[in-house]
């Protein structure tokens, strides 16, 4: 069983301060950094671009792992690439060729990932999984921070977990979405290696960080 992966979203983070809020996250147990980007276009929020990225990554030892929900999103992946991003997560909505986009990243020498919204179906990506490095299943519609976890898509966890089993395959499982201390342990019992969560990190026992890593890694 793959070691429980906690990646905290700056999206609850305290925007006047980020460089200090990661370094935050970092002492407090952090295993990456997950950025959200969006272009109020793919979804209804604008957030932060490559050069704020480029910033904070000078604060950070540790993986950002930088979700673009941004169509079309192809012709933006270099960009993320070279301001400092370690894992590039797409959406196969947003690009006109997955396999072209998934290339791209690979040959920015950038971890490869795929994200499913809770409608999308896990059949778009059987032919793609050996080139996959991580999986993220949105439990919640993408586009806020704090909304309420979706428990039907662990099924798409569970089927994802028995086709990585028997094609052999090594890719992480990660889920984000109104994740906290009770439906974490749903999330890893059905299969999920890297837990997203933000207000629960930023929020619980009074902003308290490093137990609130603690308590979704033991889930």
Excluded: W
């Excluded at 993320?80 to 690009?95: F, L, Q, R, S, V």
């Excluded at 992480?172 to 974490?184: A, L, Q, T, V």
């Amino acid at each position: 069983m793959k070691k429980i992966q906690i990646s905290p979203s700056i999206l609850s983070a305290d925007f006047s301060q980020l460089g200090k809020e990661i370094k935050r996250l970092e002492e407090g147990g952090a295993d990456m950094i997950h950025v959200d980007v969006m272009d109020g276009h793919f979804v209804p929020n604008l957030t932060i671009g490559p050069p704020v990225i480029k910033s904070l990554k000078k604060h950070s030892s540790i993986l950002f792992d930088v979700h673009l929900m941004i169509s079309p999103v192809h012709k933006y992946i270099e960009a993320y690439a070279n301001a400092g991003a370690d894992i590039i997560t797409i959406h196969p909505e947003a690009t006109d060729n997955m396999d072209l986009s998934i290339t791209k990243i690979q040959e920015l020498n950038k971890k490869v990932g795929v994200s499913l919204n809770p409608e999308t179906k896990v059949d778009v990506l059987i032919d793609h999984l050996n080139k996959i490095d991580l999986v993220l299943i949105m439990s919640v519609n993408p586009g806020f921070g704090g909304q309420k976890f979706m428990p039907e898509v662990l099924s798409k966890i569970k089927q994802l977990k028995k086709i990585q089993t028997e094609k052999n395959l090594n890719f992480d499982i990660e889920i984000d979405g109104g994740i906290n201390f009770d439906n974490s342990k749903d999330a890893i019992k059905a299969g999920a290696n890297i837990l997203v969560s933000g207000t629960t990190i930023f929020k619980s026992n009074n902003g308290d960080i490093k137990k609130n890593i603690e308590l979704l890694k033991s889930s």
